[in-house]
C-alpha cells in the first residue's frame, strides 16, 4: 500500500506523535511505500525511516498518490476527506478524543463537525474509544491494539523500594485533564504522614510555576529521548497515573512503566480500566477516585510500604503490557488500514443491486413483510452463529422495523444490541419499551448491564436494585449489584449485596472472590 501519514508538528515530543511516527516506520519496514507529511521538520528525538516532507498545509496539491492518507489529529481530518481519490481513502487514526478536553471547550463544534464527516474512515486503539464514537457519533470504528516498545521498555530485576521512595509522575502539568496537581497534592500529603519520598518528574514542556516550592525533592528529567525512558521507569518504585477523564486515549507512560515492572497507582477512568479486560481482572494497579489526593497518597504508602502489594502489581502490570506488542500492533493496523481501502474500493465499484421480492404473493403487503421478516430473522441468526454479532443485531433490528408494535421482538433486538457491544443503542430500546409502559425483572436488568458498560455506575444500580424489586431475589442479582456498587465507590453498599448474595447461597463463587476482595471495614 502507499500510505500518507499527516502529522500537525513531527518535532513535539507527544505520546501521540511518536506512536504515529513509530507506526510509519513499521509500515515501511513491512514493505510499504509510506510518507509523513507535517508543517514541522522531522523529529531530533527519533530516526524516520520512511520518507518524511515538511508542508505549509495539507492542500492536495501537497500531498502523494496514496491508497490510503491517515489524519492523526482532529484539525488534520478536513484536509484528509478533501484530498481526492487519488490522493487516498481518508482515515482518521483516533488515539484520543479531543472535544471532551477543557482547553477545546471554545473549539468543540469544530472538532465534533470533524468527526462528523462523511466517507472518513476511522481506526481507534482503546475500548473506550470505540464506544465513545459508536454513542455519540454512531461511528463503527476498527480497533487496533496500542504498542509498547518492549526493547527500551523491559523490566529489571525485582528489588525492595529505596528510601527515599521513587514515585514517577510523568506528563505535561500544564494539559488540565492529566491532573499533575493531584500527584503533587498526593506526594505532600504522604510526605507529611511521614512518607520519605522524591519526585521523579518527565515533562516534555517547561515546568509550571506551580511545580515549584515542594516539601520534598523533585529531580526533573525534562525532554527526556524515548530511547532513555526505560532506564528512567526501572529507577522508580512506583507510578503515578493522575488522568482525569474520558480526554485521556490511552496513556501511554502508564503501560511503559508497568511494561518495565514498575507498580502503578492510576486513577480510575475508562483508559485504565480498559487495561483489566484484557487480562481478566483489575489487580494490575491500585485504582483511586480521579481528582482525589487522600485517596492516591494512601495507595502511596500502601504500596511503599507493603511488599507484597507491590509484587503482585508487578506481576499482574508485566501481563498487561506484553499484550502491547510493536508487531501485534503493527500487522492489526496493516489489517485496518488495507481493509479501509478495500472497502471505499468496493463500495465505488458496486452497482446498486435492485430489490426483488422472493416468494409470495407480492400484491399483498401483509405476505411481502411477513417474508421478508423470516429472511432476516434467518440471516441474524447465521450471523450470529458465525461471531458477526453487530450485523446480526442489525438484521434483526430491520425485522423489527417491518413490526413496530412487536414489544417482543424489540426486546431481541435490544439483547442483540448489548452482544454486539452497542450499549447505548440497547439502552434507547429498554428506554422506549419503559416509555410504553413495559417494566420488569428482564428489562431492568437489561438497562443494567448496558448501563454498566457505558460507566455509568450509579444508574446501573439503580436499574439493578428495579429488577430486584420487581423479579427473583436471588444470589446473581445481589451478585451484580454489588459488583457495580463497589465500581460507583459505595463500599459498605457492595458489602451488604454480596453478604445477601451469600445468604442465599452460601457457595456462590463470584461473591465469596468479590467479598474477600474488598478493603477491611
Known amino acids: 500500500m502507499r500510505i500518507t501519514w499527516l502529522l500537525e508538528n513531527a518535532s513535539q515530543l507527544w505520546g501521540g506523535v511518536k506512536v504515529a511516527l513509530e507506526d510509519a516506520n513499521w509500515l515501511s519496514r513491512a514493505g510499504h511505500q509510506v510518507t509523513v507529511l507535517s508543517r514541522s521538520g522531522p523529529p531530533s528525538w527519533m530516526r524516520v525511516e520512511c520518507a518524511f516532507r515538511q508542508v505549509q498545509d495539507f492542500r492536495p496539491e501537497h500531498l502523494p498518490d496514496a491508497d490510503v492518507v491517515v489524519a492523526t489529529f482532529w484539525t488534520t481530518v478536513s484536509w484528509a476527506a478533501s484530498a481526492g481519490g487519488t490522493k487516498g481513502v481518508p482515515v ?21 463537525a470533524a468527526y462528523r464527516l462523511p466517507g472518513v474512515h476511522r481506526v481507534t486503539i482503546a475500548p473506550h474509544l470505540t464506544r465513545l464514537l459508536r454513542e455519540r457519533f454512531g461511528i463503527a470504528a476498527l480497533e487496533v491494539p496500542y504498542v509498547v516498545d518492549h526493547a527500551v521498555h523491559h523490566p529489571a530485576p525485582a528489588r525492595p523500594a529505596g528510601v527515599p521512595l521513587r514515585v ?140 507484597e502489594v507491590r509484587e503482585s502489581l508487578r506481576a499482574q502490570g508485566l501481563a498487561v503490557a506484553s499484550r ?136 446501573a444500580a439503580q436499574a439493578f436494585r428495579a429488577a430486584i424489586a420487581i423479579g427473583a431475589r436471588n444470589a446473581d442479582a445481589y451478585n451484580r449489584l454489588g459488583v457495580v456498587l463497589y465500581q460507583a465507590g459505595d463500599v459498605s453498599g457492595a458489602r451488604r449485596n454480596f453478604e445477601r448474595a451469600l445468604m442465599l447461597e452460601p457457595e456462590h463463587g463470584d461473591a465469596l472472590a468479590n467479598l474477600a476482595a474488598l478493603p477491611a471495614a
Open 324 to 459: 502491547y506488542h510493536p508487531d501485534r500492533h503493527g500487522r492489526a493496523l496493516e489489517a485496518a488500514l488495507r481493509r479501509c481501502a478495500d472497502d471505499a474500493r468496493r463500495n465505488v465499484r458496486a452497482e446498486p443491486a435492485p430489490l426483488r421480492l422472493v416468494g409470495g404473493d407480492a400484491g399483498d403487503p401483509r405476505t411481502v413483510f411477513t417474508e421478508l421478516r423470516a429472511q432476516l430473522r434467518t440471516a441474524s441468526e447465521r450471523l450470529l452463529r458465525s461471531g458477526h454479532n453487530g450485523p446480526a443485531a442489525d438484521a434483526l433490528a430491520a425485522a423489527a422495523c417491518l413490526s413496530p408494535g412487536d414489544l417482543a421482538l424489540q426486546r431481541e433486538v435490544a439483547a442483540a444490541r448489548l452482544l454486539a457491544a452497542d450499549y447505548g443503542g440497547a439502552l434507547r430500546i429498554y428506554d422506549d419499551l419503559v416509555a410504553q409502559g413495559v417494566d420488569d425483572e428482564e428489562l431492568e436488568a437489561g438497562r443494567g448491564h448496558a448501563l454498566h458498560a457505558m460507566g455509568r455506575m450509579h444508574d
Open 92 to 112: 482518521h487514526y483516533c488515539q484520543g478524543y479531543e472535544g471532551d478536553a477543557p482547553d477545546n471547550r471554545a473549539v468543540r463544534e469544530r472538532i465534533e
Open 168 to 307: 514517577g509522575l510523568v506528563g505535561p502539568y500544564q494539559i488540565g485533564w492529566k491532573d499533575l496537581a493531584t500527584g503533587y497534592a498526593a506526594c505532600r500529603l504522604a510526605h507529611q504522614a511521614g512518607q520519605q519520598l522524591v519526585l521523579v518528574r518527565a515533562t516534555n514542556t517547561t515546568p509550571d510555576p506551580a511545580e515549584q516550592q515542594t516539601p520534598f525533592p523533585v529531580e526533573w528529567h525534562q525532554q527526556l529521548p524515548p530511547a532513555q525512558m526505560g532506564d528512567l521507569y526501572r529507577s522508580l518504585d512506583l507510578f503515578l497515573g493522575t488522568s482525569n477523564g474520558a480526554d485521556e486515549g490511552f496513556f501511554l507512560p502508564a503501560v511503559e512503566a508497568m511494561a518495565c515492572g514498575v507498580p502503578t497507582i492510576l486513577t480510575d477512568v475508562p483508559c485504565f480500566r480498559d487495561h483489566g479486560a484484557a487480562i481478566g481482572n483489575d489487580r494490575f494497579a491500585l485504582f483511586v477516585p480521579p481528582g482525589d489526593p487522600a485517596a492516591m497518597a494512601e495507595a502511596l504508602v500502601v504500596a511503599g510500604g507493603m511488599p
